[in-house]
Each structure stands twice: as C-alpha cells, then as structure tokens.
C-alpha cells in the first residue's frame, strides 16, 4: 500500500458524461501527478500539482481539468468524454516538487469505462 | 522530446537471472526510474540512478549509463510473483519543472 488513495476504483458511464476521479496524496507529499494509461499508449502524463498550484502539463486534452485543493487532495474532471477515453487513471505523489531524489508513488487507479 | 524503448516481452525461467534493457534519448535528463507494474495493479517503485553505476537492492539491480543513454534492470533468482511489466521513466527538466516520461514497458513471464 502506497499511502495514496483514489476513489472511485470502478466508473461506467455514457459517451459525453463528465465525471470526477479523486486522489488524496499520501500523508506530508506536496506534489499529486494524474497519469493516463491504456493498452495500446502506455503511462501517459497528464499533468502536476505542488502545493495547489499547476507545476507541469503533459498531454492533457483540453476537456480533462483538474485542480489541487488546501488540503492537498486533487480531482481531475473528464468531460465531454469519448469512448477513447476508456482507460486507467492513475494519481501518483511525491513529497517535494520533483527534483532530486524525489519519487513518485503511485495510488490504485481508477478504471473508466465509457459507453 | 523524450523517446524511450524497452522489449514489449520476455521469458525467464524461476530461480534464474534476467536483464531487462533500456535506451532514452532526452534532453535535460535528471534520473532514471524503475517501476514494477502487476496487471491492472498500480506501478510501485523498485529503483532510482541519477550517476553512472550499479545500484543493488536486494534481488533487484538498476544501472544507469548517461553518455550512452543506457540502464537495465537486473532480477535474480527469479520468482513466480516476479511476472509483471517493468517500466522505464525517464525523469528531465523543462521550462521551471521536472516530468517522467515512462516507456511502455516489458512484460515478463516467469516460467517453472
């Protein structure tokens, strides 16, 4: 168990739905990163967080939004959503900014289905 | 960009000695992760080389070559539960911040 928690594990919905998956970062880590991952594109980075503000973005689509809240946890909202959407989302975070030594430690993900 | 390449499969029998390659090319390169991944299981961290050389934990080895854009990972006495996907991140600088870009993994069988 890594210390990071993601709800829900599991969400089924419909083609252009909009959903919330939540993250809360292990207890002291300052910095939550959302990942991507299908079969075919491998861990894709979608973008990070350090203490409530944006730090870096990666591909994410400009209907994927997501923010950091004071008590550090982070949402990330899907709207729009496409059946290429489906995929594992996964939240990862680490203690500090990213440098260094700094590791990223990876939550249970949540699997979306879009039908 | 970032370009990373890893095999997409290998074989290993139990109790036996693996190695599992990876090259990068990147630009602003700060360290290099592995990563064990069990299928539909979150990525848990095995090793972490920012220096050239041999890191051991354990059964797990990680080594990192930067002017060659070159790391492995090492597995000894291969168990059973050692079947998962290995992944490769590359961890570089840009633009005030620092990203991983992950490779899209080895998946090893370990086999009696």
């Known amino acids: 168990d890594s210390g990071v928690t993601q709800t829900p594990k599991h969400l089924i919905t419909a083609t252009g739905q909009r959903v919330t998956l939540r993250c809360s970062p292990r207890?002291?880590?300052?910095?939550v990163y959302w990942y991507q991952q299908s079969l075919d594109q491998g861990l894709q980075f979608l973008i990070h967080?350090?203490?409530?503000?944006?730090?870096a973005k990666g591909n994410i689509l400009e209907r994927f939004s997501a923010q950091q809240f004071p008590d550090l946890h982070s949402e990330l909202n899907l709207s729009s959503l496409e059946l290429g959407d489906s995929a594992l989302y996964f939240c990862?975070?680490?203690?500090?900014?990213?440098?260094?030594?700094?590791?990223?430690?990876f939550g249970p993900g949540t699997r979306l289905t879009v039908l | 960009g970032q370009n990373i390449d890893q095999p997409t499969e290998m074989t290993a029998t139990e109790g036996a000695i693996v190695q599992i390659n990876c090259t990068y090319q990147?630009?602003?390169?700060?360290?290099l992760f592995w990563y064990q991944q069990h299928a539909g299981e979150a990525p848990t961290f095995l090793s972490y080389?920012?220096?050239?050389g041999l890191e051991e934990k354990g059964r797990f080895s990680s080594f990192l070559s930067r002017s060659k854009g070159y790391s492995y990972l090492l597995l000894k006495e291969l168990q059973m539960k050692d079947s998962a996907s290995y992944l490769c991140?590359?961890?570089?600088?840009?633009?005030?911040?620092?990203?991983?870009?992950f490779g899209k993994g080895t998946k090893l069988s370990v086999i009696p």
């Open positions: 990862a975070s680490s203690s500090l900014g990213g440098g260094a030594s700094d590791t990223q430690y």
């Open positions: 207890s002291g880590d300052l910095s």
């Open positions: 967080y350090y203490n409530g503000e944006e730090r």
């Open positions: 990147t630009s602003g390169f700060n360290g």
């Open positions: 080389n920012v220096l050239d």
């Open positions: 991140a590359v961890r570089w600088s840009g633009a005030g911040s620092y990203q991983l870009t």
